[in-house]
């Protein structure tokens, strides 16, 4: 991630919003690449006065809205073929199991499993494209989508943003209050938001022991 964020620190701000749109647009579709890494290390580069945070959390923003959309067209247009196809040529991200997985969380959660599916890896990737596969309502999979993308790409920039801001101003020892403040809040905000994330991939193992009906909804 360090490298990453070299890297992107010798681009211009303008390149730099792009990439982040980019990676994550093309991750959302379907296709595995480090989404997260790329907006963990512009968001870190916000902190250092790079890069503007508000422009940073709206391309990420926008690649994931976006993105997601375009995989649910894809995967409603191809189908369970293509869940396999993708399977064949990503087997170690997107195999039988994974796939299995996530289609277990969304008969289970439903649109739900799309919003906290942005906070896990798996379900970030497959999302769009298996909600189109399973031909889950456009409608309420765009409001999932647009706020999972709107809470993932605002709440992770920002929160590194002031966490980076915060440290800095406890390099130059100004305030030991305001460090301890935001390591809190980003702690118990990022715990509660993996803890309700983890329980999607939770429910897997619960499905293996008692089957769920494919069009459950919550």
Do not use: C
């Not at 499993?113 to 990737?125: K, N, P, Q, S």
């Not at 020892?173 to 999607?200: E, K, P």
């Amino acid at each position: 991630m360090i490298d990453v964020q070299h890297w992107l620190s010798a681009l211009p701000p303008g390149v730099v919003y792009l990439i982040v749109a980019g990676v994550i647009g093309v991750e959302s579709m379907g296709v595995p690449l480090p989404g997260e890494i790329v907006l963990v290390s512009s968001a870190l580069l916000a902190a250092t006065g790079v890069v503007e945070p508000h422009w940073v959390a709206s391309a990420a923003a926008f690649g994931a809205i976006l993105g997601d959309s375009v995989g649910y067209a894809v995967g409603r247009r191809g189908g369970r073929p293509l869940l396999a196809r993708l399977g064949r040529r990503f087997p170690k991200h997107l195999g039988p199991a994974q796939i299995a997985r996530a289609e277990q969380s969304f008969a289970r959660h439903g649109v739900w499993a799309v919003f906290f599916g942005r906070f896990v890896a798996l379900l970030r990737i497959l999302a769009g494209p298996l909600a189109g596969a399973l031909h889950v309502p456009y409608r309420r999979f765009l409001v999932a989508n647009a706020a999972g993308g709107l809470v993932w790409a605002f709440g992770t920039t920002y929160l590194l943003y002031s966490l980076g801001r915060a440290a800095e101003h406890w390099l130059k020892d100004i305030s030991w209050a305001g460090l301890v403040l935001a390591v809190l809040g980003g702690l118990v905000s990022t715990w509660w938001l993996r803890r309700r994330a983890r329980r999607l991939e939770s429910a897997t193992t619960t499905d293996e022991v008692e089957p769920v009906a494919a069009g459950t909804d919550r």
